[in-house]
Structures are given as C-alpha cells and as structure tokens.
C-alpha cells in the first residue's frame, strides 16, 4: 500500500521568506509524486510532479520539489513567499487498483503569508 | 479553465429531496473519480471509474449512488442525505497510466438541510 504523510496542518510564513513544505511517502513500488494546490471553493490544480529521471522538479509559480529516495521524502519550496501563493497545499503519490493508478493525497497543508 | 466540469456550482437539499451532480471532461481521459472534502478532514476518494467501470468504492452509503454512461460524463445521485454529507465534493478525471496527474473540477459546494 501506498501512503502519504504532510507534516505540519500549517505553515505561516512572511511574504518574501522561503516555503518549505513537507511530505514523506511510503511506497512498495517506485513512486509517482505530485504536489497539488488549492484557493478557496476551487478544485486542486497541479503544481509538479515525479516521475522518473531528474529528482529535482520545477512546477508553475516558482515552486520546485526534490524527491529523495534515501529519505522518502518530496518536500516543496519556493524561495520567496508572495501573498498570493496562500492556500492549500496537497501531496500525492499514485497507487495501482484493479489495473488503475488512483492518486493518494496526504491531509494537506495550508500556507499562510504573512505582510 | 481545467476541462472539467461540475455542475452545479452550489447545491442546498433537505434530507428527502433526490438530486445529481454531474461531471463532464474534455480532456479524453479515460478514468474519473469523485472526491468528498469536508471541513478538517483529508480528501475522501468515493469512487474510481476507468474504462467506464467502477474499480473502486471506498464504503461510501448507498445514499450515494454513481453512474458513468461513457468516458466523458460522471454523475453522482444523491438521495435521503444526512446532514453530515455537507462538504465539497470533487470530481477529477486522468489518464489511465500512472504517470497520469488527475485533473479537477471546481466543485461542487453541497448542503444538506
């Protein structure tokens, strides 16, 4: 089974500051990785995603992730918060069912931005 | 625009009304899925349709009952609800691979009175 943990229901940072946001998967099978983003009375929107290859991937916005085998981890930054980028935050990792890849997504994360 | 659809936007039903909520995606994905958000809790996957069969139901009531008539429609029908099925529901559809990211609808903000 395939699982996903975001650690911290919230993050505040300032406005210019870095974002860290942090997600630890766990996974029999090498993993599909995405990071997802919601505003308020939206649905989620693709922010990045893993798949093979280059284990540091750039998303929209000035986010990036880097997915680290050794430590099951595919944390999210941003090096410089803007008060736009408060929302919620989801990690997701792809599982297989019934011959479908069905995406797991942790309990998220909500990014608060400080003036 | 995501090239998924939810109808209605908002939905507010007393416990004996019967109603749906459809989902429409123009992207050619061949499998959809409906999501239950509510307030403090994480995502709920509902249901999985790919190929247009259901693959997946997650112990939902049978007060919620799915349909998907082909690869681009999805509806959800929903009838002798409870109070606590208020929430947004989701609906997303991808491709059937699993590098595939799922696609979301906006939506739809349901209360039930």
Redesign the interface.
């Known amino acids: 089974a395939q699982s996903v943990t975001q650690l911290g229901s919230h993050v505040s940072v300032s406005e210019g500051a870095l974002v860290l946001l942090r997600c630890n998967y766990s996974s029999s099978v090498p993993p599909y990785l995405f990071w997802y983003v919601q505003y308020p009375n939206q649905g989620l929107q693709l922010l990045l995603k893993y798949t093979t290859g280059a284990t540091l991937v750039k998303g929209i916005n000035g986010f990036e992730a880097e997915f680290k085998k050794s430590e099951t981890s595919f944390h999210l930054t941003k090096p410089s918060a803007h008060m736009s980028d408060a929302a919620e935050y989801f990690c997701a990792v792809t599982h297989a069912s019934g011959g479908s890849y069905i995406p797991t997504f942790g309990r998220g994360t909500s990014l608060i931005v400080h003036p | 625009e995501?090239g998924?659809t939810?109808t209605p936007r908002h939905l507010v039903m007393g416990m004996t009304n019967k109603k749906s909520l459809k989902c429409e995606q123009h992207l050619g994905h061949n499998?959809m899925?409906w999501y239950k958000q509510s307030a403090k809790k994480?995502?709920e996957?509902m249901f999985?349709y790919?190929l247009e069969e259901r693959?997946?139901n997650n112990s939902v009531p049978s007060r919620f009952s799915p349909e998907c008539p082909n690869s681009s429609h999805l509806f959800l029908h929903l009838h002798t609800l409870q109070p606590e099925d208020s929430a947004?529901y989701?609906c997303?559809s991808?491709q059937?691979?699993?590098?595939?990211?799922?696609?979301?609808?906006?939506?739809t903000?349901l209360t039930v009175v």
């Open positions: 995501t998924v939810q499998a899925y994480p995502l996957l999985v790919s693959v997946e947004l989701l997303a991808s059937h691979d699993r590098g595939g990211e799922a696609f979301f609808g906006q939506g903000r």
